[in-house]
């Protein structure tokens, strides 16, 4: 198994760009999640999905969406990059709720 | 899901056992204590959870007090690949992990 891997490892956007990061796991698990990490801080929940279908804001969910289509893909959407969005993008995926996540490699984002 | 408080930075040489404590005194009965780590820009990876009882796997040692307040993860001989940020978090059964926190930034040395 793969496990989860996510596109691009690195990006630079200018102001007003958009973009999607994109997502997929390979091990058929039903939630999937969204994190972003700024600088020396810990990881904030962005979005999450409980299965195909279905999403849910997190604790910082303003300027971004996401779908979920499949179980397999979970991808983010930037619509209008601002430079508060410069971060890190982690995703993640577990089989249930309260088990353990698995994370993919990250994104590295900068919006000149 | 209950706050999670971690101290910033620790030190441990070699070797020698790793005790990171986490404190989580509104911690309700429902709610799981989960350990990951993040080793420089990597993912988060997981370590080990529990609810009540003492755990261990493969990585780790869990122990949680008797009134669940508090916990302690124990790297029992600790590498130089152990250097890493560890993150605490109370987990309930429906609940998702909205913010790690900062952890603490464990530094092993020679």
């Known amino acids: 198994n793969a496990g989860v891997t996510q596109t691009p490892k690195f990006r630079i956007l200018k102001i007003g760009q958009s973009m999607t990061l994109q997502c997929t796991q390979d091990m058929n698990h039903n939630y999937m999640y969204w994190y972003r990490q700024d600088p020396g801080m810990g990881l904030k929940l962005i979005y999450y999905s409980v299965g195909a279908g279905i999403t849910d804001k997190g604790e910082v969910p303003n300027g971004y969406n996401v779908s979920r289509s499949t179980t397999e893909d979970f991808p983010l959407r930037l619509e209008l990059a601002a430079p508060s969005q410069t971060s890190v993008y982690f995703c993640?995926?577990?089989?249930?709720?309260?088990?353990?996540?698995?994370f993919g490699s990250g994104t590295q984002l900068s919006v000149l | 899901d209950a706050k999670t408080t971690q101290p910033p930075s620790m030190d441990c040489a070699e070797g020698r056992a790793a005790n990171l404590p986490c404190n989580h005194s509104t911690i309700s009965g429902n709610e799981y204590v989960y350990w990951y780590r993040q080793i420089h820009s990597q993912g988060p990876q997981y370590i080990i959870h529990g609810l009540k009882n003492n755990e261990t796997n493969e990585m780790a040692s869990l122990i949680i007090t008797e009134d669940r307040k508090s916990s302690t993860l124990i790297l029992p001989h600790a590498t130089l690949r152990d250097t890493a940020v560890y993150y605490c978090i109370a987990l309930s059964n429906s609940g998702y992990a909205l913010n790690f926190g900062k952890g603490t930034s464990l530094l092993v040395t020679p």
């Open positions: 993640a995926s577990s089989y249930t709720d309260n088990e353990k996540l698995f």
